[in-house]
């Protein structure tokens, strides 16, 4: 096993630099780190390279993963907690293809980390087939985002494209469309089940922008008793329980 | 108009405490920070003393507000986020009483104050008269909780007790209480609807305690199509959707 010592090394500060987007994107790879979200991601096989502190680690690795262990200098450089990680992995990027099934969840930029975060989740539980994220929300290798996934995001397929063009594409493949507005909407209890759907629900800010919500078949708005806005997250799960699929 | 330069001072020494929950506790204020939620807390006469950076301000004051001008330092000192503030007001304790509302909502020992805020924010939304916080869960004067309400949280009855004492007398009262468990659990779906309903959501790794769990009419789970764990802020507003007041 490679030891490494020193946050000089060539390989770590390369590594180090997957904490931000533009490297990411260049080098196709993200870094997950602790032991449960470790694990999640060796179920999916994306694992390429495993730090470890001690030497030791409790996964079963496949034979083409390079294991290293690092001194508590170069993990804390490759982390992206406060506290010293034990276990940190250099991952590829998921496949991105978003399958055909009956649900899907469309996000227009959405920008907090947590909320898409825990969408992923309320997605994966309520039987949708994917997420498909807007090129200008949140990125989905971001660290905090994979952490409020708790490893869902690795099960699960999610893209990120225009999506204007991905909801031209699923209208003629037979999907109704649902977006959420206030304005125009008409309420969520209102709006009939359909064979193949779409939601969609916006940023946090300014909703659903128009350029979307003019593709769409029908806008639901979650009924109120009193003028609030709610957490995007929690109409995201309001709107996907009701509309859950295989009931 | 007093000016304060000095972090030395003793007025700021002891507001600073306040970004302690032990002080906030003794001196039964807290401060809240950033021109938005100062507006909201003015709405409801919390603001005591209000400091400013450049000794100019937006708000529309009663007489009885001290406003004190301080210094970078001094604002930097008070805040609890990493930008100077430009406002910050120390504030006190809200009244705390539960009215007796048809709808309840009743967190056991939710830890995360972003899950309690967005809870408290669909609980306005959905008519809910107020929120109970169990003793062991995260302080309602938690800065974060604070932001992350948008100011909801002033305008609506929360209180801190014991929830079993406190169950126990909303049952005599004629309450349904609705816990959720995914243990002998009814699916959501199936829970009838009552004229005056308590429903409770439990910690975020462990659920609603056995000991609460004893006092509920009925416990309910979430539909899901894959077992995954909803994220505690999604699960409530589901059930207070469903149950929301003045349909």
Chains 1, 2 share one sequence.
Request: charged share 25%; hydrophobic share 40%; with cysteine.
């Amino acid at each position: 096993m490679n030891y490494i010592d020193s946050v000089q090394n060539n390989r770590v500060k390369n590594f180090a630099k997957l904490k931000e987007k533009k490297y990411r994107e260049e080098m196709k790879s993200f870094l997950v780190e602790g032991e449960h979200l470790i694990e999640e991601a060796l179920k999916e096989h994306l694992v390429k390279i495993l730090f470890t502190l001690h030497g030791t680690h409790p996964f079963t690795l496949d034979e083409n993963i390079e294991v290293v262990q690092a001194s508590e200098a170069v993990m804390a450089k490759l982390s992206s907690t406060s506290s010293a990680a034990e276990y940190i992995a250099v991952c590829k990027y998921m496949p991105h293809q978003l399958p055909k099934g009956k649900r899907i969840m469309v996000l227009d930029d959405v920008q907090d980390p947590g909320n898409v975060g825990t969408i992923i989740r309320s997605a994966l539980s309520f039987g949708f087939s994917g997420v498909v994220l807007s090129k200008n929300g949140v990125d989905i290798y971001n660290e905090k985002l994979i952490r409020s996934t708790q490893g869902a995001i690795f099960h699960f397929p999610i893209i990120r494209c225009d999506i204007t063009s991905k909801l031209v594409e699923l209208k003629e493949d037979g999907y109704y469309i649902v977006g959420t507005s206030l304005q125009n909407g008409k309420p969520l209890s209102t709006i009939e089940e359909h064979e193949k759907m779409v939601l969609i629900v916006g940023n946090e800010g300014s909703g659903v922008s128009q350029e979307v919500l003019d593709l769409t078949d029908v806008n639901a708005f979650i009924e109120m008793v009193n003028f609030e806005s709610l957490n995007v997250g929690v109409a995201a799960g309001i709107m996907m329980y009701k509309f859950r699929g295989n009931k």
